[in-house]
Every structure is written in C-alpha cells, then in structure tokens.
C-alpha cells in the first residue's frame, strides 16, 4: 500500500496550489481519502475528505469557500486544489487512506496508510 504526495511548494498569499495523491498496491476506488495538515506546533488536522465514490465531502472550516478535493479512480488519484492561500495554510499536507468506502471519520488515528507529505508554504 503506498500513497505519493506531491505539488507542494513555495507561493504568495493568495496563490494556488493543486496537491496530488497518487496510490498503489489497493484498490483505490474502495476507500475514502483525506488530505490532513501539520504545522509546526499544532495537532494534525483533516482538511478536506472525499468519499470512495466522491458522493461525499468533508471540509474544515479553513478550508470551506477555498479548497476543493476530487478524485479520479481510474487514475488511483486524489486531488487538492487550494485557491486563496493563506500564510496560516503553512503546513505539511498528507494524504491517507480511510478505513472504507463511506466518509464516516476524519481522526487522524482511523486512516491506516499515508503518503510521505508535501510542503506548503504561503508567504505574506
């Protein structure tokens, strides 16, 4: 089982990103997925969650009106697009696999499998 985050980077508030997540070795369309974050000094967090079938999504408060998780299961991959940056969206982002196909938990310890994280990080 393995998940690839990457598109992270380097961009001014305001800014755009899209993250990827690319997974392997299951099958993908039977799992939800979250993208968590971690900044330095905080607890991570779910961010933006999709279900298997994309029928549902779950966003946090931070992320609502700016930040938009799909999917392609034919493509093994999850995206995050993330639109009007803010220096506090700073963070490792990664993404993980959920215990099943319905969307039913966004706490950390439910997701059994996450990709190595990708950097953001949005100057002022």
């Known amino acids: 089982v393995q998940l690839q985050a990457s598109g992270g980077g380097l961009v001014q508030a305001g800014g755009s990103l899209r993250l990827s997540c690319v997974a392997s070795?299951?099958?993908?369309?039977?799992?939800?997925v979250c993208w968590f974050r971690q900044s330095p000094g905080k607890e991570t967090e779910a961010s933006s969650c999709?279900?298997?079938?994309?029928?549902?999504?779950y966003y946090a408060d931070s992320a609502k009106g700016r930040f938009t998780i799909s999917r392609d299961n034919g493509q093994n991959t999850v995206y995050l697009q993330m639109n009007m940056l803010k220096p506090e969206d700073t963070a490792v982002y990664y993404c993980?696999?959920?215990?099943?196909?319905?969307?039913?938990?966004?706490?950390?310890?439910?997701?059994?499998?996450w990709g190595q994280g990708t950097q953001v990080t949005v100057s002022s």
């Open positions: 993980a696999r959920g215990p099943g196909g319905p969307l039913v938990t966004t706490r950390p310890s439910d997701f059994d499998a």
């Open positions: 999709i279900s298997s079938n994309s029928d549902n999504a």
């Open positions: 070795g299951f099958t993908f369309g039977s799992y939800a």
